[in-house]
């Protein structure tokens, strides 16, 4: 029988990362290099997040798909090439992240790549810190594309200001970029594919400029998409607040906040993803319980019948589950 899983984190080196991950949430990061991302549940090529805890610990989330995909899913659909449908990472921009988009799903196929639809959670932020995302109100295709020449598109992208604790929502076809100072929780489907308009005249880690991808990018990109603004939501309870952040295709993301000693059951037989974004928590799920600090995260399988959340101080969490 399955159970509450954690797995260990898999840690990217990236030119705009940092070490933030380990003042926050005292992630053992390799020495001595930028780390921009930990990917905390991925079933990618090559990236195959391991079972942490329990009689499963060692064994991989591909294996678990391959193995008990109906009690893992339930009646959640895979992604593409029979994987578990989403991606969870954390985030650490030191320094300004590309231009980008992801394809929506009515382009991926045709430009080579997978739709990529997401989210982030603000975890923290530096004072004056600001995302890209969408364009400034009028800019049409051709302004956009005049600028990608000059090197000055970012003028065409709109500004966000940001502190911890907002959200915001990123469809396929939104052009985006993650601002300097910021760590980000983000909950996204299973696809790595991202087209870079513009990176800020760098070189990568290998001392290169990185490639940029002009072409699927202005394929991929919504020319409507107008000055986007931060997720707004009405919270509800008391002991147990729940902030409703997301209902898509491709998820639903809630954020919970619950008192020190107070508890709140999960969907049964649901499969659910639960990050703690700060404080400390513990699941509870059949015969097992996790205990989580903030940074961490647990994937409820859809074939346990009841899942329970014990905050162990003022705990703050995300909850993902399918729509």
Not at 19 to 35: A, D, F, N, S, V
Not at 108 to 125: H, N, Q, R, V
């Amino acid at each position: 029988m399955l159970y509450p899983l954690t797995f260990q984190p898999i840690f990217k080196d990236r030119v705009w990362g940092g070490r933030e991950m380990e003042r926050l949430y005292q992630k053992k990061l390799p020495p001595g290099r930028p780390i921009g991302e930990s990917w905390e549940i991925s079933d990618r090529p090559g990236d195959i997040s391991v079972i942490a805890n329990g009689p499963l610990a060692g064994k991989n989330l591909r294996w678990l798909m391959e193995n008990h995909r109906a009690e893992l899913l339930g009646n959640v659909k895979p992604a593409t090439g029979d994987r578990f449908p989403w991606l969870c990472k954390i985030l650490d921009a030191r320094e300004k992240l590309s231009l980008q988009v992801h394809p929506p799903a009515g382009k991926a196929a045709e430009l080579g790549g997978e739709p990529k639809t997401e989210m982030w959670f603000i975890a923290d932020a530096a004072p004056g810190a600001e995302l890209f995302v969408g364009l400034k109100r009028g800019v049409t295709r051709a302004e956009f594309e005049g600028k990608i020449q000059t090197g000055e598109v970012a003028e065409c992208f709109h500004r966000v200001p940001v502190r911890a604790g907002d959200a915001m929502f990123l469809p396929g076809g939104r052009v985006h970029a993650i601002g300097t100072g910021i760590v980000i929780f983000e909950i996204q489907q299973n696809s790595d594919t991202t087209y870079r308009v513009f990176d800020w005249n760098r070189v990568g880690l290998d001392g290169k400029p990185r490639e940029l991808h002009i072409a699927q990018s202005l394929a991929s990109i919504d020319f409507n998409d107008f000055e986007p603004g931060l997720v707004q939501s009405k919270p509800t309870g008391n002991e147990v607040r729940v902030h409703p952040l997301v209902n898509d295709p491709a998820f639903n993301v809630e954020a919970l906040e619950l008192k020190s000693g107070t508890g709140m059951n999960l969907k049964p037989r649901q499969l659910q993803i639960v990050a703690v974004t700060g404080g400390q928590a513990e699941i509870k799920g059949g015969s097992t319980s996790v205990k989580l600090s903030a940074g961490q995260f647990s994937l409820i399988p859809a074939s346990l019948e009841q899942t329970e959340i014990l905050a162990k101080s003022e705990a703050a969490l995300l909850r993902v589950e399918a729509n």
